[in-house]
């Protein structure tokens, strides 16, 4: 239809062509060609929506669509151009932040490491130091005239109370592989240790050091029976050893044993160390309880749980050592023990 109106043209004469462009350009169609292609126009009316189908108009929907979607997108990928700037730029800002952080930490560490090197200097130093001053210390506690000159100027009992707090710590400090092994005898913490303990152990040699010691020192004499109580057997035997001469000393008081003997830990602590292991601190454990067994009030007090059998089967057993020092000592508290018995017995009957 649409060929037929391609292929014929309208039949236009010279004179008309010529005075049509002096009217305005109006032109001069045949009746029979304007009816012809008004029938065609109407027949393109008709048939259009026909040929316009629904797909196509749905297409059109689409083509829109997909447009404004388009439109869309392309906002929504230069907004995010623009946020991937600004993200690029902090990303760079952090970089480089953290690039300085990094500097500054190994900068850190340099100084760390210089710091703790010179720390440990000052600790071997003042472990150096501490350690001489304990052991002249310890040396000066030896003389009688000493002891009260320390007693006279009335600084005993601050010394007495940084020792008991050190010795605590140095006791509680120790983990359990350090308790399972040889102690080093060469370490200055050690030895500063010890010659603590030591000094202790010589002021309570001394008369009044030892009254000292049981009027106005409890609290010193209920630390030394509790560290010993923490330490396992065959741990530090020469500073267990210290202690038990520092608590034997005092015992030899009666005043000093009559504290002692109200400490509840006492006798237990006795027991247990017995069967410490090592010799030198079961032969100071049996001075101890030799000490106890001499003291008549002290026996009201403590007499039913030294009469345990366990207890004397626990010295009959240490009358065999190799030890003759510890032998002869068990043997002497073994006869103490069955005197006490005996005595009982006898008090018992009547």
């Known amino acids: 239809m649409s060929a037929s109106l391609g292929e014929k043209s309208l039949p236009l004469s010279h004179g008309a062509n010529m005075k049509a462009s002096q009217q305005d350009d109006f032109v001069r169609v045949r009746k029979r060609d304007l009816e012809k292609l008004t029938t065609e126009v109407m027949q393109l009316r008709e048939f259009l929506p026909r040929v316009l189908k629904a797909d196509l108009i749905e297409m059109l929907h689409k083509a829109r669509a997909a447009q404004t979607m388009k439109e869309q997108l392309v906002q929504e990928q230069e907004k995010l151009q623009q946020e991937c700037l600004h993200l690029q730029s902090r990303l760079d800002a952090a970089q480089t932040e953290c ?162 003997s109200e400490n509840p830990g006492l006798l237990p602590l006795i027991w247990t160390l017995l069967n410490d292991g090592d010799w030198e601190v079961s032969l100071h454990s049996l001075r101890l309880l030799q000490s106890v067994l001499l003291e008549e009030e002290v026996l009201l007090l403590l007499g039913p749980s030294l009469l345990d059998p366990d207890l004397q089967a626990l010295v009959n057993r240490l009358t065999s050592s190799a030890q003759p020092g510890l032998r002869l000592a068990a043997q002497q508290t073994l006869e103490d023990l069955r005197t006490l018995q005996q005595g009982r017995d006898v008090n018992s009957n009547l």
């Open 99 to 260: 690039q300085k952080e990094r500097e500054e930490k190994l900068l850190l560490r340099e100084q760390l490491w210089q710091s703790d090197a010179e720390l440990q200097q000052q600790v071997d130093f003042c472990s150096g130091l501490g350690s001489a001053a304990g052991g002249l210390l310890w040396s000066c506690s030896a003389s009688e005239d000493a002891v009260t000159r320390w007693l006279a100027d009335g600084k005993l009992q601050a010394f007495l109370s940084v020792a008991a707090h050190t010795l605590e710590s140095f006791v509680r400090s120790l983990d359990e592989e350090a308790k399972t092994q040889t102690e080093d005898h060469t370490s200055q913490e050690h030895q500063f240790v010890l010659a603590l303990a030591g000094t202790i152990t010589n002021i309570a040699a001394v008369t009044c050091g030892r009254d000292f010691l049981s009027s106005s020192a409890h609290v010193l004499l209920d630390t030394l029976v509790k560290l010993l109580e923490l330490m396992k057997p065959g741990v530090f035997p020469k500073l267990k050893v210290l202690m038990l001469m520092a608590l034997y000393n005092v015992s030899i008081s009666v005043k000093g044993l009559k504290c002692l």
